[in-house]
């Protein structure tokens, strides 16, 4: 690792450019990085991240905290075709996400069920928690390819808390692999391999000033970071 004047680049590093998919509690964007420290944020969430709906839908279905890992272990036993949440996809050629809408949509159809004296079986929470998440990864993979199709990154990340969610990174990995057969291009799809960095975690933080340092290493007060990336 780093030596002199910083060091020699980590093992498989990442080729630019990279569109970056963000997905947390608290941040939703899709990022077009031309180099470290160098990027425009294409598209951003208007109201809920992705997180926050699951975490709200969460606490809906009486799923315990954290909210995103328990409705993506319910959904394992649900069949998200079962019902049909909103989508929402804005403008036309729009990178921007709404999510406050499904998480309103799952509420309003919990409510209509018990009012229809319907009972809330462990198979009902599952299929909720399933079609919620279906919908959910739709407008995530559907933006993602839109802006893979059109800015023709090298590399396609992704990243923060939702990333842990297995449906999610299985069908941007199967996406990229389609689009890369149709096009005979080869993007190189990539999330943290371990699911302790796909949330707030110390290795990133030390990412990033080792980048920062082999940028600028005067303007920096560290010497020397070591940082070994999750990817
Ligand atoms: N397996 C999963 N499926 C879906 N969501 C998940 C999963 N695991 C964690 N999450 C969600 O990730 C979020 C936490 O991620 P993270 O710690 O990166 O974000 P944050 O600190 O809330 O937001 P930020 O740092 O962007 O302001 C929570 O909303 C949680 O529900
Ligand atoms: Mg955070």
């Known amino acids: 690792m780093p030596e002199g004047d910083g060091g020699e680049a980590p093992a498989n590093e990442p080729k630019f450019p990279i569109l970056v998919l963000t997905v947390s ?16 944020v294409i598209g951003e969430t208007r109201d809920d991240a992705a997180g ?7 606490r809906l279905l009486k799923l315990p905290y954290p909210g995103g890992p328990s409705v993506m272990r319910a959904a394992k036993n649900g069949d998200g075709g079962k019902f049909k949440f909103p989508r929402t996809m804005l403008e036309v050629g729009s ?3 709404s999510f ?12 209509k069920e018990k009012r229809a004296g319907r009972r809330i079986t462990k198979k009902f929470i599952s299929n909720v928690a399933a079609s919620f998440q279906e919908a959910i990864i739709d407008v995530l993979v559907a933006k ?17 808390g939702v990333s842990a969610n297995t449906a999610l990174r299985e069908r941007i990995a199967a996406e990229i692999a389609k689009l890369n057969k149709r096009r005979g291009a080869k ?15 110390a290795a990133m ?11 600028s290493p005067k303007k920096i ?3 020397y970071v070591e940082a070994r990336a999750s990817f």
């Open 205 to 215: 933080i030390a990412s990033a000033g080792y980048y920062k340092y082999k940028k």
């Open 95 to 97: 990178f921007d996400f």
């Open 144 to 160: 993602v390819i839109a802006a893979v199709e059109k800015y023709c990154p090298a590399e396609t990340h992704l990243a923060g």
């Open 187 to 201: 993007i190189i799809f990539r999330c943290p391999q371990k699911f302790e960095y796909c949330t707030d975690n």
């Open 52 to 58: 926050e709906a699951f975490d709200k839908v969460a």
């Open 221 to 223: 007060s560290i010497n």
């Open 100 to 111: 406050s809408g499904i998480k309103t949509a799952v509420l309003y159809f919990i409510e």
């Open 25 to 40: 509690g608290g941040h939703n964007e899709l990022i077009l990085m031309k180099r470290h420290f160098d990027f425009n």
